[in-house]
């Protein structure tokens, strides 16, 4: 059996004899899923890379299965990304200063406040399909007021950086509802 890496996401990984034998015979049994990661692992991919092709970007169920079943095998480790000099330490920081340049929250109307409302349920549900996400549109329901709906825009704009339709268009999402938020 394959090393399992500390870091199933940072590692990336490569087919392995075995992994190459599975995919011309499917003599394993591997699950859909699995089967479907194996097929995209090419030594150049991460776990992080190979986490948008799963559901909800879970991922490590898949890749424990691919390594203990020496499917695959981890041959490095991903590099993080190199960040701008101007970008600060902390994740949720680029969302608290995009926050800071709107109006005050009490200035927004019932209005506004439902137009933001439905814009980033909408968007939740275009992006990922009804009956997905499913505590991030509770929360965004459950806000009775602009501040505790930018509360909520932290994780609503993390939500949709998870998935590559939602992270390319967050900058257009973003300035919509800030227009309204």
């Known amino acids: 059996m394959a090393d399992v890496p500390s870091n199933l996401t940072a590692a990336i990984y490569a087919k392995t004899a075995q992994g190459q034998q599975e995919i011309q015979s499917r003599s394993l049994g591997l699950t859909p899923l699995a089967r479907r990661i194996l097929v995209l692992v090419d030594g150049k991919r991460s776990g992080q890379d190979l986490s948008t092709f799963a559901p909800g970007g879970e991922i490590s169920a898949q890749l424990t299965e691919l390594l203990s079943r020496d499917c695959i ?39 506004e406040l439902d137009m933001a409302r439905n814009f980033m349920t909408n968007t939740v549900n275009n992006i990922f ?14 806000c009775k007021s602009s501040s505790e709906l930018r509360h909520v825009y932290v994780a609503w704009a993390q939500a949709l950086e998870t998935n590559a339709t939602g992270k390319k268009r967050l900058p257009e999402l973003r300035e919509k509802l800030f227009a309204v938020l």
């Open 129 to 142: 399909g009804h009956h997905n996400r499913i505590s991030l549109l509770e929360a965004i329901h459950g």
């Open 73 to 111: 095998e981890a041959v490095g480790v991903a590099q993080p990304a190199a960040s701008p000099a101007t970008a600060p330490a902390k994740p949720h920081a680029p969302d608290e200063i995009d926050l800071s340049g709107l109006p005050p929250a009490e200035s927004r109307s019932a209005k």
